[in-house]
């Protein structure tokens, strides 16, 4: 706190002779921000495989993806040139940060929990657009624009998968967003959950392992009691819009699952909302009680369904 303060002091006077007016400005400011009704938290995390296009993504609940702007790390945090990722700032896919804010009640006592909040939008970003994102290593904290702490990243989030450098546009930034909205279920349904984690994980091994996640993941989304095989008939008649496409789903979701087939499958079960009931209407649609399920990303326009 103290030096925040000799700072805002040392800028209003416009140098180091001392003002006792600027002086008490600052410090007015200072005890405004201590003994306010309400606090601002920040939190700022830096995130590399992903481009915006210079524009600014709003993912819902205080989370946005936006440019870095030059130095406004180092100006709060003078150590964070050492924290940040190798060529950060330098690269197209490398200038971006994510940023969580939101306002605190007087009386707060604990932060919001900013390594999740953000772990769970890299999920969503990962989701959506099939980039090799990552976010920190580490997130620098601040309370009423004021350096308040730097936390590390949950490691899945800040462990770069292998991948090619993506843009996040506006169909997928919509889509992420509404993901993000989404993954909150995942707290109330514990298959969708491990099915989450197992396709997240797999984005970190290959070979036989990742196909083992892969297939527990996929089992877990659609296999319901009825193991893998159904899992991928269900999967196949989720995606797929005519019979040559779903024979063709049916056999990257067999053996050794595809795992951008995977992925997809994981995007339509969080957008329809209601796993169980998602699982029973595929059913229905093997079965020829109803139409064949129409892919909601596919409604909404996103290229994920592509």
Known sequence: MLLPLLMDTAEICGGFDWDDDAFARAYAELESALFGNRHQYGAIAPVIGISTGGTTIDLGGGLRLRLAATGELAKLWPEANGLLPTDFGRETDRLCVLELERPLDSGAVEPP?????????????????AAPVAA?????????????????????AATQPAGEPSRLDSFRATLAADLLAELGSADDDPELGEAIDRWELSLFQDGPFQAEQLRESLAALLGGNDGLWAAAVRGAILLGDTPRARAELQDRLTGDPDPDVVRRALVEALLHGDRAALVKTLDESILGLRETYVPRSAARGSSAAA
């Open 113 to 129: 929990d900013a390594p999740g909040e953000l772990a769970d939008a890299v999920t969503a970003i990962r989701l959506a657009t």
């Open 136 to 156: 920190g290593p580490v997130l620098f904290e601040r309370l009423d624009w004021r350096p308040y702490g730097i936390r590390p990243v949950l490691p899945i």
